[in-house]
């Protein structure tokens, strides 16, 4: 069985996906940091050097790779990761897989995202908490139609670790 986690940067994917892991006892896998160990390399460097299309394209090879793992996994997703190629029907589709949406509002990502974004490089370059907030916005708009097919959605806002662990046990 393979729990994949979906959600905005800054949802908690990560946070939640290892603790979950450990109260199921199942492998943890964050698609992030595995992209980074296979290709030696930080994802802000890949998009610097590569461009996006070249990142879109290695991290849906490598959820295909995790994805035809047999053991039981907690599979953290990449905020872009349903929204490209055809991973979101990949993740539908596949019968080993339950999934779920972190979800949480726009002020919420956006506070949370703003003093840790400087990994992440679509959102690096923005100054102020205002303009982050109104990026945030009109990307979690045109992401959502992808979120939003995932098994279940988990309502993540002013929720500890704990309760969101819970509700989706
Ligand atoms: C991205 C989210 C990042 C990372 C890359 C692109 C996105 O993952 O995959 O910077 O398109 O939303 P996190 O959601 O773990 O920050």
């Given at each position: ?46 998009f610097?050097?590569k ?53 949480l509002?726009?002020?919420y ?61």
């Amino acid at each position: 069985m393979i729990i994949v986690l979906m959600g905005y940067m800054g949802s908690g994917k990560s946070t939640i996906g290892k603790q979950l892991s450990s109260v199921l006892d199942y492998d943890f896998i964050d698609l992030d940091d595995y992209i980074i160990k296979k290709e030696n390399r930080t994802i802000a460097n890949i998009f610097s050097d590569k461009g996006e299309i070249y990142f879109r394209k290695i991290e849906s090879q490598y959820l295909k790779e995790i994805l035809s793992q047999e053991n039981n996994v907690v599979l953290a997703l990449g905020g872009g990761t349903p929204c490209y190629a055809n991973n979101i029907e990949l993740i539908e589709n596949d019968e080993n897989v339950i999934s779920f949406y972190l979800k949480l509002s726009i002020p919420y990502l956006s506070k949370r995202l703003f003093s840790e974004k400087d990994n992440r490089p679509l959102v690096s370059h923005l100054e102020n908490l205002e303009e982050l907030q109104e990026f945030v916005g009109k990307h979690l708009f045109e992401r959502v139609q992808y979120y939003s097919k995932a098994n279940y959605t988990v309502e993540a806002e002013e929720k500890s670790v704990k309760d969101i662990i819970e509700s989706i046990l």
